[in-house]
């Protein structure tokens, strides 16, 4: 449960991201905004791996040390090249199919990492492919409130984005148990800034006069949703099922339209409201106890 409040305030800060980063591409372009956000991020996530690790645990020896920076450098590459790539299809797609599509596909990673979970042998019980199937049909429902789902060159940035995003999870996954969270999410920034800054030079012409226009998006971006949200999601994910993980996460697309209909005034149709209330219903599906679980609850009480 602990788990899954951190992904969830995750999800929250991610959803209230959507309007920052609208507001950031009227003044820069999408690689200078990534970069920038990332920068910002590295001010706010570096301070605080520096005093957790020196509060944190005694220092490994020399050759586990090297051994762990290793792993940390491999780990957060990995990571961040897939949320580099990530942002950066899911920004094109959007300058070329409708804001409902964009929604709807990019959260498609909810029923991807199940799929590809598979062929990592990850078990999915019966539960947890009801939960994605219906919180698949509330997204659709939320997203697609036009019913206009024929293919744009948009759709295609976005279902690769999808992919992306899911091999982005998986790879959470497999890392976040081995090394620190903090430095993790670190390491994965500091790879998304680099690859912001070097597509930013080849190809846009970023002036500081922009950035600084758009200032107030780029901080909040960064501090909040790339420094603070992606390392709850390192953290939160930690021992976590990553299919009931990407479902919590998920939810930043639902937090989105609610925020902008208390924040922006921007009605929600029952249409959508019941899309809302059937993703909801989905996670609060994934988070009861199986039987298996509950054997394990008898069997504690039992012993004590």
Known sequence: MRQSLILFTAALIWGFTFVAQSVGMDYVGPFTFIAMRNIVALMVLLPMAAIMDRHGKKQPRQTDRKKNNRLLLFGGVCCGICLFWGSTLQQFGVRDTTVGKAGFISALYMVLVPLLGIFLGKKIGLRIWAAVGLAAFG???????????????????????????????????????????????????LTNAVLGAICMLLFERPDFGSILAAWMPIVYAGALSSGIGYTFQIIGQ???????????????????????????????????????????????????????????????????
């Open 238 to 304: 930690k021992n976590l099922n990553p299919a009931i993980a990407s479902l919590i996460m998920s939810l930043e697309s639902v937090i989105s339209a609610l925020a902008g209909w208390l924040l922006l005034d921007q009605i929600l149709s029952p249409r959508e409201l019941a899309g809302c209330a059937l993703t909801f219903l989905a996670i609060i599906l994934v988070q009861l106890p199986g039987q298996s679980q509950k054997r394990i609850a008898e069997k504690q009480g039992n012993s004590a």
């Open 139 to 189: 997204m659709y429902l939320l997203c697609m409130t036009k019913g206009d789902f024929h293919l744009q060159k948009g759709d295609l940035y976005l279902f690769a984005c999808a992919i992306v995003f899911s091999l982005q999870i998986l790879s959470v996954d497999h890392f976040s148990p081995m090394m620190d969270g903090v430095k993790l999410s670190c390491m994965q920034t």
